[in-house]
């Protein structure tokens, strides 16, 4: 377990916090003004899109789901085999084959983009296996150059498109950051098909695609089709790419692809469950976007999609169960007040047993020195021992209830034990043990101390010559005569 | 007007260099020095395995200057530096936060970083429209010919030439003057860090540094190509220099001359098509990695395969 | 019995039945740098076969060559007189632990599953039949207990334990193991050296990459030594032997030292 500082959980607090903030400083800010030009357009514009009232939206809406679906699905590979910017690599070496892909009949076609999309992102992603097999340069270089030398090569053919009479009708520019709106009855048939086919191959073949993702030398031996699989994979994140390409754009499509399923891996330990989640979380991050930039007059939709999915990623990277910083944080923080408690049981058991258990309750002035406190200090433990019905106290005397003094006994016995283990059976020197049987006192759990007992054989003292408390003492209070406290566990019954 | 303009040798390898030289000699100025600048940083990036991190910071980037446009309301050069290097620290320590303190691994924590800072400054753009002067073209592609069109700078009674080109001039000089003083430095840690912690160098700077210098780097040349075609710039000099050479002096020598090369047949080719200078100059630079790559000394295919003839097929994989 | 020289062994010893491995002229280069030079192994069935050698001696280069992870530059494998991708159904394999993400979004028993799937076939989901003899082999490596948790939160002994309860579930005649004693607790070696004791029992042939020598002369019935070629390769007695250590590790001092140190425990 990482053992987070609060400096530390202020510095994510104040990271996650920007990041958030930003997120929402962007849409009001975006909102306001809007609402400056005029004010119905974006209340109409959300009553339109929540309406589904014409079909450009309801294409808009449907389109993005399916686009989610099927980027949060397989980014879900992508993410688990640290393959995450080879996803960025793909989106951008497909510009190219989109702009040679307008230039076959001179409009937008969808199925000629989509072919050359394909054709132009599985060119890049081969050619940086080809750049990496045979130069020394790392994967790294590669991508970054297949990726910005591809985007190059497109910008070209764009600009040479655009420069035709025709060429800026097309609408080619709303490839480069996403028009949600432009997604047409034509797109939204090849995104159903695409999408299905996707479904359908991760079902069928999930186990595969799952063995080859986690450990592929074993599925060779295991005679899969590895290289196939490979293949096919990175031919459906192809797909998954060309199809989002019009609603996200070639420049984000990626994030797409990354940050639903990051968010995923967060919140799940199955690969099944991650894939679903990533689903889930891509398809909701795709209405949000397309909703917000319906928003407005001018704007793009990738932009907004990948915010919302970073804003989902910021939440689950808070405040996944278990894994989120604030949980974690938590954790830390609560397993530090008790180690705390159990300090002052064990300081209040230690000043009476110094006495000889004559007596029933400390003054706090005692517990202040024997902890080595200031008075304040003292007075505020001694309130989170009562809180916790450990202690009562009356003026400023402390005594310890039933229960407190159960929990007290059994971390000074949970100390000895260990002091003693440590000098016997690990052969360490009785001024060494200390410090550790400090820490450990506050982990061992009921089995441990156990098992301690019998390798110690009922031990009655420690190292240091004390009594360790036995367990009728643990369950119940000293009556004074000390025989019977310091008898072993086996003969109590 | 056809797709492919009519061809014209004067129009396309003569002009440039005598009547429009007052306005093509900026842009392949302008495009070299970029080259030049960004291949220089781009070779440690390649030797750190840091290409990557080339990407991230470039996208990011636009965030920082939109922001310090809209907080300051000038494109001055004091306010852009300072956004870009806000930006890029920024992105280092979402990533480092992201990838240590969840499972989510670096390369994950890279593409989360960099398209969400990236998808903010697109939409400040977008909204802000009217007020900041870039737009979502820009962006991308970067406008090479508007700055021989800008008012030259001048300084003490000197004309020096558009802002944009001294600004980037400058920090070539600034890359080559790092270079050359803290040449051991870079190269121990890039090549052994734990070597060089050992021996007293803090690697954290050093990354923190060249992030810095990076940004620096991107955030003068996006002006002129844009954010990611920058990351062309960055990569494809070193990378074409690694398959040349195998130290990092001649490397280096290497990358400026194919920022060079880049620049002048770019130019050519983007007016022999009429299409953007930019990313001419990008594909001119991955033709001539891909002349490296087949006719290179060692690893290009041309020298591997007839060392497999000479050698026999047995020695091969 | 230094079958290093091959040829000899081949005709003297007649073939009895088909061997489980037959290794001939294997060589393997990496970016031109040779790793394994013309390898000969005819291994009998039913042993249990430690392979040991200096670091970089082609140990798991020579294993994944064998089960065709690796292309080879010359010679063939024969995996029970069939070339291997035609009898993988037979062989089982324990990579080594580095090799796989253990962030895996994956549960231990779905590990185990895994090595079910070459017997399931292309495209069919693991049956009830599949997911007892997965829950079997997690019995028998002690981990049953652990089969909800995800791979992460295991110690390095227990992952080992996966991976060994996922070979299991192979029904393999022919294992292939890559340092399945690296970074394990004491109890977990000897849970594991007794499992591959009881497989060799049944009859099956395991091949161990191994690099501790003290214990390999307790661990194994035949010792391939390895250093680029094959140095030595017979029954344990016979090949642990000081010269033709040395001759294996080379000048390496102080693994001689343990080298002697081994071999005077083993006089003694």
């Known amino acids: ?493 | 007007m056809s797709f492919i303009p009519h061809f014209s040798a004067h129009q396309i390898f003569i002009a440039p260099w005598t009547t429009d030289f007052s306005l093509y000699g900026w842009m392949v100025l302008m495009t070299f020095l970029v080259g030049a600048a960004c291949g220089l940083v781009g070779n440690y990036l390649i030797l750190r395995r840091m290409a990557l991190m080339g990407d991230a910071i470039s996208h990011s980037v636009l965030p920082g200057i939109v922001v310090a446009f809209l907080v300051t309301g000038s494109r001055g050069t004091v306010p852009m530096f300072a956004g870009a290097v806000a930006a890029a620290v920024l992105t280092t320590v979402l990533i480092e936060v992201i990838h240590r303190h969840s499972r989510v691994k670096q390369d994950a924590a890279i593409g989360i970083a960099f398209s969400s800072l990236f998808a903010l400054g697109v939409i400040l753009i977008a909204v802000f429209a009217d007020t900041v002067d870039l737009d979502q073209d820009c962006v991308l592609n970067g406008e090479l010919p508007l700055i021989p069109l800008s008012p030259p700078m001048t300084l003490a009674g000197m004309t020096l030439g558009p802002p944009a080109v001294v600004r980037m001039g400058c920090v070539l000089f600034f890359s080559c003057g790092l270079i050359v003083l803290f040449y051991k430095e870079l190269l121990l840690s890039s090549f052994d860090p734990a070597l060089a912690s050992a021996m007293g160098l803090r690697s954290g700077w050093i990354h923190q540094s060249l992030m810095i210098w990076l940004s620096i780097t991107v955030v003068s040349a996006f002006e002129a190509v844009g954010a990611i075609l920058v990351i062309a710039m960055l990569i494809l000099p070193g990378a074409t220099a690694a398959l040349i050479s195998d130290r990092l002096v001649v490397r280096l020598g290497w990358s400026l001359v194919h920022a060079a090369l880049s620049a002048v047949l770019g130019l050519h080719l983007s007016i022999g098509l009429d299409c953007s200078p930019s990313g001419a100059a990008v594909v001119v630079g991955s033709f001539l990695f891909g002349v490296a790559w087949i006719f290179g000394p060692q690893d290009g295919l041309v020298s591997r395969w007839w060392s497999r003839k000479e050698r026999g097929p047995e020695t091969l994989v | 019995m230094d079958l290093s020289d091959s040829s000899s062994s081949l005709t003297v010893a007649p073939i009895a039945e088909e061997s489980p491995l037959e290794v001939h002229d294997l060589t393997v280069a990496y970016r031109k740098k040779p790793v394994l030079w013309g390898v000969d192994i005819r291994a009998p069935a039913g042993k249990l076969i430690g392979i040991l050698g200096p670091n970089g001696a082609g140990k798991s280069t020579l294993i994944k060559a064998c089960m065709g992870l690796l292309p080879a530059s010359a010679g063939w494998v024969k995996v029970f007189g069939k070339p291997i991708n035609q009898s993988l159904a037979r062989v089982g394999y324990v990579p080594q632990r580095e090799s796989v993400d253990w962030d895996f979004p994956v549960n231990v028993m779905d590990v185990v599953l895994m090595g079910r799937y070459g017997k399931l076939g292309l495209f069919r989901r693991p049956t009830a039949a599949d997911r007892a003899c997965a829950r079997d082999c997690l019995e028998r490596v002690k981990m049953l207990p652990f089969a909800d948790r995800q791979i992460s939160n295991l110690s390095g002994g227990q992952q080992q334990r996966v991976f060994l309860a996922r070979a299991l579930a192979q029904e393999s005649d022919l294992y292939f193991m890559d340092e399945p004693f690296a970074g394990v607790d004491a109890a977990t070696e000897t849970a594991i050296i007794e499992l591959l004791h009881e497989l060799r029992y049944q009859g099956k042939t395991l091949f161990v990459v191994h690099h501790d020598l003290p214990t390999a002369r307790n661990y194994f019935d035949w010792l391939l030594l390895l250093n680029m070629r094959v140095v030595a390769f017979g029954p344990t007695e016979q090949v642990f032997t000081y010269d033709l250590l040395q001759k294996t590790y080379g000048g390496r001092l102080t693994i001689l030292s343990e080298v002697a140190e081994a071999v005077r425990v083993k006089e003694a």
């Open chain 1, 1 to 493: 377990m990482i053992r987070l500082t609060p400096s530390f959980a202020g510095q994510f607090l104040g990271i996650g916090g920007l990041f958030v903030g930003l997120n929402s400083l962007t849409m009001t800010v975006c909102a306001a003004r809007i609402g400056d030009i005029t004010e119905t357009v974006w209340q109409t514009q959300a009553i339109r899109f929540l309406t589904l009232a014409d079909p450009s939206v309801r294409f808009a809406v449907f389109g993005t789901v399916l686009l989610g679906i099927v980027c949060g699905l397989l980014g879900g590979f992508l993410v688990v085999r640290r393959m995450s910017l080879v996803g960025d690599a793909l989106s951008h070496a497909v510009l190219p084959g989109v702009a040679l892909g307008f230039l076959w009949n001179m409009e937008k076609d969808p199925v000629a983009i989509f072919i050359g999309a394909t054709v132009a992102g599985l060119l890049g992603t081969g050619l940086v296996h080809l750049i990496t097999r045979t130069t020394r340069l790392k994967e790294d270089a590669a991508l970054g150059m297949i990726l910005a030398g591809f985007f190059g090569a497109g910008l070209c053919l764009m600009s040479m498109f655009q420069r035709l009479p025709t060429g800026n009708k097309t609408g080619i520019d709303k490839f480069l950051f996403g028009q949600a709106s432009a997604i047409g009855a034509e797109d939204i048939r090849l995104m159903t098909v695409v999408t299905v086919l996707v479904l359908g191959l991760i079902c069928v073949g999930y186990k595969e695609f799952l063995l080859v993702s986690f450990d592929p030398g074993f599925a060779k031996v295991c005679a899969l089709p590895t290289r196939w699989l490979q293949h096919g994979l990175m031919l459906l994140l192809t797909f998954s790419v060309v199809i989002a390409l019009q609603a996200v754009g070639v420049v984000l499509v990626s994030a797409m692809l990354i940050t639903p399923a990051a968010t995923a891996y967060l919140l799940t330990d199955r690969m099944h469950r991650m894939l679903i989640y990533g689903a889930l979380i891509g398809m909701l991050s795709g209405v949000t976007g397309a909703f917000l930039s319906f928003l407005g007059t001018h704007l793009p939709t990738g932009p907004f999609m990948v915010l919302s999915a970073s804003s989902f990623f910021v939440v689950a990277f808070l405040f996944a169960p278990n894994r989120g910083v604030i949980p974690r944080w938590w954790m830390a923080r609560s397993q530090r007040v008790r180690i705390v408690r159990e300090n002052t049981l064990k300081a209040v058991y230690q000043i009476l047993e110094n006495e000889e258990f004559r007596r029933e309750s400390v003054s706090l002035r005692e517990l202040a020195e024997r902890r080595r406190l200031t008075f304040d200090e003292a007075l505020r433990e001694v309130r989170s021992l009562v809180s916790m019905d450990f202690a009562t106290a009356v003026d400023d005397l402390v005594a310890l209830t039933p229960s407190g003094w159960q929990r007290a006994a059994s971390i000074v016995r949970n100390h000895r034990l260990w002091e003693l283990y440590l000098t016997h059976a690990v052969q360490m020197a009785p001024d060494h043990v200390h410090d550790d049987a400090e820490k450990i006192e506050h982990i061992l759990g009921e089995d441990a101390v156990r098992q301690l007992e019998r390798r110690l054989e009922f031990a009655d003292r420690d190292p240091h010559g004390r009594p360790i408390p036995a367990v009728q003492v643990i369950h119940g209070r000293p009556n004074g005569n000390r025989e019977k406290r310091a008898t072993g566990y086996g003969k109590s019954s």
